[in-house]
């Protein structure tokens, strides 16, 4: 049986819409990026969205449009892609790291005080595997010291934290359109807001500066560059799957959800291994992104070849994330961080296995899935 980790669902619909895309004689510009841009809106309830070429992209220009720059400090988890802290490095700002929270791998909220200082700008958390973080405390801390609060959203596209989507709470929320997300646009992402003002900043260093698009000109070459700007587009084509994603993105939730609980109900009771399984706030939801299992210490030197013998099997497998991201080699030689300092984080980096929950998988997969776990996870 093989059952990967994760696998676009992209079927006759998005290929005959891209077919349209092609025919014509925009990919850039055109009207779907503003159609994609309006759906999502509708579907997080953001007043404003922002298409951009990827994750890291909105990150950065996020940081870019508020001028974070050299001698500045962003709050950081420990516990994240590598992409969360580089957008940071881009403006030539320092992140700093703070450890997890054992229950859900999420920035540990009563640690971050500790870390802010006059050079704080941001305070950037990470809804870790689509687990909302506490952004009440976040929100105070930021009211406090008077910071900008970002949100990566790459894992909770359909996560809320007190009835409010991710991505909602803060200054802005940014998602991943990578193929294994919750959905796709073979590659992109999409900033969201609250505030015009800020929105207003971001589109148009998105695309040079320049302070017209296409649909406002009059003549050809009727534009200025009036600010220093970058090129983070999203294409036709892209925005053109994205539409066709967010049909079924309900769907696809829905069935994320259920394969999960699934696992959960039948893997709760292996003394070898915990599961990841907080509860939610009743006002606050979970959009899973994966099902994830912490192996105990007297298995966890195992974990590679329990990984080898899944991945043989055909059950695909991954890891959230390689390391704590200060424990990179980058990071590490760059600020001299200890592993002792990240002992939380480390424990989700080195002793955990996720596996798949997509709308790839039935519950045939599914039970071969706990079949094999409890083969060889004994």
């Given at each position: 049986?093989?059952?990967?980790?994760?696998?676009?669902?992209?079927?006759?619909?998005?290929r005959?819409?891209?077919?349209?895309?092609?025919?014509?004689?925009?990919?850039?510009?055109?009207?779907?990026?503003?159609?994609f841009?309006?759906?999502?809106?509708?579907?997080?309830?953001?007043?404003?969205?922002?298409?951009?070429?990827?994750?890291?992209?909105g990150?950065?220009?996020?940081?870019?449009?508020?001028?974070?720059?050299?001698?500045?400090?962003?709050?950081?988890?420990?516990?994240?892609?590598?992409?969360?802290?580089?957008?940071?490095?881009?403006?030539?700002?320092?992140?700093?790291?703070?450890?997890?929270?054992?229950n859900?791998?999420n920035?540990?909220?009563?640690?971050?005080?500790?870390k802010?200082?006059?050079?704080?700008?941001?305070?950037?958390?990470?809804?870790?595997?689509?687990?909302?973080?506490?952004?009440?405390?976040?929100?105070?801390l930021?009211?406090?010291?008077k910071?900008?609060?970002?949100?990566?959203?790459?894992?909770?596209?359909?996560?809320?934290?007190?009835?409010?989507?991710?991505?909602?709470?803060?200054?802005?929320?940014?998602?991943?359109?990578?193929?294994?997300?919750?959905?796709?646009?073979s590659?992109?992402?999409?900033?969201?807001?609250?505030?015009?003002?800020?929105?207003?900043?971001?589109?148009?260093?998105?695309?040079?500066?320049?302070?017209?698009?296409?649909?406002?000109?009059k003549?050809?070459?009727?534009?200025?560059?009036?600010?220093?700007?970058?090129?983070?587009?999203?294409?036709?084509?892209?925005?053109?799957?994205?539409?066709?994603?967010?049909?079924?993105?309900?769907?696809?939730?829905?069935?994320?959800?259920?394969?999960?609980?699934?696992?959960?109900?039948?893997?709760?009771?292996?003394?070898?291994?915990?599961?990841?399984?907080?509860?939610?706030?009743?006002?606050?939801?979970?959009?899973?992104y994966?099902f994830?299992?912490?192996?105990?210490?007297?298995?966890?030197?195992?974990?590679?070849?329990?990984?080898?013998?899944?991945?043989?099997?055909?059950?695909?497998?991954?890891?959230?994330?390689?390391?704590?991201?200060?424990?990179m080699?980058?990071?590490?030689?760059?600020?001299?961080?200890?592993?002792?300092?990240?002992?939380?984080?480390?424990?989700?980096?080195?002793?955990?296995?996720?596996?798949?929950?997509?709308?790839?998988?039935?519950?045939?997969?599914?039970?071969?899935?706990?079949?094999?776990?409890?083969?060889?996870?004994?």
């Amino acid at each position: 049986m093989k059952i990967p980790f994760g696998r676009p669902q992209i079927d006759s619909k998005e290929r005959n819409a891209v077919n349209k895309i092609l025919l014509g004689n925009i990919l850039v510009h055109g009207p779907k990026i503003i159609e994609f841009e309006k759906k999502f809106s509708s579907f997080t309830g953001s007043n404003f969205s922002l298409g951009v070429s990827s994750c890291t992209a909105g990150m950065h220009l996020f940081y870019y449009g508020l001028n974070i720059k050299h001698g500045d400090e962003v709050i950081v988890p420990a516990q994240t892609h590598v992409a969360t802290a580089m957008a940071v490095e881009a403006v030539g700002a320092k992140p700093i790291f703070v450890d997890s929270d054992t229950n859900t791998g999420n920035i540990d909220v009563n640690k971050i005080e500790e870390k802010i200082t006059s050079r704080t700008r941001v305070i950037t958390v990470v809804h870790y595997l689509g687990i909302p973080v506490q952004m009440d405390k976040i929100l105070k801390l930021a009211k406090k010291y008077k910071l900008y609060v970002l949100e990566d959203c790459a894992l909770s596209i359909g996560s809320s934290f007190n009835k409010k989507h991710t991505g909602l709470l803060g200054d802005a929320g940014v998602f991943s359109f990578y193929p294994v997300k919750h959905m796709t646009t073979s590659e992109g992402g999409m900033v969201i807001f609250k505030d015009k003002n800020i929105f207003e900043k971001l589109k148009l260093k998105r695309a040079f500066g320049v302070n017209k698009d296409h649909t406002q000109r009059k003549l050809p070459g009727d534009y200025d560059a009036i600010e220093k700007g970058l090129n983070y587009r999203m294409s036709e084509i892209e925005a053109t799957i994205g539409v066709e994603q967010l049909k079924k993105l309900n769907r696809f939730i829905k069935t994320r959800n259920g394969n999960h609980n699934y696992l959960a109900s039948k893997l709760n009771n292996n003394a070898n291994f915990e599961i990841i399984n907080p509860k939610i706030k009743n006002d606050s939801n979970w959009s899973h992104y994966c099902f994830t299992i912490i192996l105990s210490d007297k298995i966890v030197k195992k974990r590679n070849n329990i990984i080898n013998k899944l991945n043989k099997s055909g059950i695909g497998t991954s890891i959230y994330y390689p390391h704590p991201v200060p424990l990179m080699s980058f990071f590490k030689k760059k600020y001299g961080c200890k592993k002792r300092d990240f002992i939380n984080s480390s424990i989700f980096s080195y002793k955990t296995i996720m596996l798949p929950v997509g709308p790839h998988i039935d519950k045939i997969k599914l039970a071969y899935i706990v079949k094999k776990i409890n083969e060889f996870v004994k």
